[in-house]
């Protein structure tokens, strides 16, 4: 009968995998789904895609019958009423690893910026965005193994921004239990440190973007969105490589935490000179200084070693005696997944054929293709509570 991916290359590209040359391996239609659209241009969210559908009229020419999917989170039915081909196949071989971004034509303002940011990248003259005092102090407590759950909640309670997030966060589906939590005694209990410490870092995130009204709220949205869909992905990837998955949120949600400083900058500078910043400009001076910055911000904050080191690095492929491989290549294969749901700069990645996808074993995982084509509804709705 042949695996789900055999299958899959049989409909789509004719004979197998083995015997394809590889100019005939990738003939696919890109489906092109908006889903990053949705959240910064309001647009609405996309139909899930579906690689179960190709299969089904794989077997509808080859007789082989396929086992019936899951259902279909958009479809209480069950049924796929529209067939489509999976977002995730592109057209051509495509790329297999992490792709920089073209460099713009930068002129006037734009290069000016840039030689502001370059110059800064050793920390002077740079003013580090401050860890919240309440964060800061939930996460020095934290770090005792026998810290005190009425002590960590007195110090949530003196921020009610903080407290409604860690009540809303207990009575959410992943941790909510029989009962309705109303004191947040009872929400770090139920919560536990690991979970707090994530929460925290997500929320001194938020307050280091958003700090004021008046400023560029596309950008800023910009790099939120981007943040919190890399920790959702870098979650979901954990069901197959088995990383623990508040570390894996907190790896997603911060490796790009550099981009803030150059959020900052080009706020500073667009305020002082009324000049905008346009997205691939400003999306290329991340890339071209996230890291550096990242870097600088992840000591400032003093972030777990571990964590420190994928903000300075994790463009480069790992190498065999890497101790964060795994993570490495995970937050790698996340950043390809992003761009091709267009939350950053769109790269034609062939994400089975990716070093990341082999890496971690996913390259003719099933399962994996699986989570692929249902992950833009699953992703749209995870946000929409952020």
């Given amino acids: 009968m042949g695996s789900l991916f055999e299958r899959l290359w049989a ?3 004719g004979g197998t995998a ?5 100019e005939e391996r990738a003939s696919v239609k ?9 959240f910064v241009e309001q647009a609405p969210a996309m139909e899930s895609e579906s690689a179960v559908a190709v299969l089904e009229d794989a077997a509808d020419d080859t007789g082989v019958a396929v ?3 899951e259902p279909s989170l958009n479809d209480a039915s069950g049924a796929h009423s529209v067939a489509h081909e999976p977002w995730w196949c592109i057209d051509g071989l495509g790329e297999t690893s992490l792709v920089a971004p073209e460099r713009p034509e930068l002129q006037g303002v734009a290069r000016a910026m840039e030689n502001i940011l370059v110059n800064q990248m050793d920390g002077h003259d740079l003013g580090m965005p401050p860890l919240p005092e309440v964060a800061e102090r939930v ?11 009425d002590k960590v909640a007195q110090t949530i309670g003196e921020d009610p921004v903080i407290s409604a997030a860690v009540l809303r966060m207990s009575n959410s589906p992943i941790y909510g239990g029989v009962s309705k939590i109303t004191t947040l005694k009872s929400a770090v209990a139920r919560i536990g440190a690991s979970a707090l410490k994530t929460l925290m870092m997500h929320q001194s995130l938020r307050a280091a973007i958003f700090r004021k009204d008046g400023e560029d709220w596309q950008l800023g949205k910009l790099v939120w969105d981007r943040a919190v869909a890399g920790a959702h992905v870098m979650r979901g990837l954990c069901r197959f490589t088995h990383m623990d998955e508040e570390e894996a949120f907190l790896i997603g949600l911060m490796h790009d935490i550099g981009n803030i400083i150059v959020l900052r900058e080009v706020q ?7 000049y905008v910043i346009d997205v691939p400009t400003f999306d290329y001076l991340c890339y071209e200084c996230h890291q550096e910055f990242g870097e600088l911000i992840a000591e400032s904050w003093k972030l777990p070693d571990e964590l420190q080191s994928l903000i300075a690095n994790h463009h480069s492929e790992p190498h065999e005696e890497d101790p964060l491989r795994v993570q490495r290549s995970q937050l790698q294969l996340t950043d390809m997944i992003l761009s091709l749901l267009e939350f950053t700069p769109r790269h034609d990645y062939n994400l089975l054929r990716t070093t ?3 890496e971690l074993g996913l390259a003719t995982s099933e399962s994996f293709m699986l989570y692929l084509d249902r992950l833009p509804e699953e992703l749209t709705s995870a946000m929409g509570s952020f």
Avoid: C, G, H, T
Avoid at 30 to 38: D, F, G, L, M
Avoid at 139 to 149: D, G, N, P
């Fill in 67 to 69: 086992e019936p999917a």
């Fill in 30 to 38: 890109r489906i092109e789904p908006p889903v990053a659209n949705a």
């Fill in 139 to 149: 996460m020095r407590e934290l770090r005792s193994r026998e810290y005190r759950v």
């Fill in 18 to 22: 083995d015997e394809a040359a590889p």
């Fill in 11 to 13: 409909k789509l590209f």
């Fill in 356 to 358: 990341s996808a082999q």
């Fill in 268 to 274: 500073k500078q667009e305020a002082m000179l009324q």
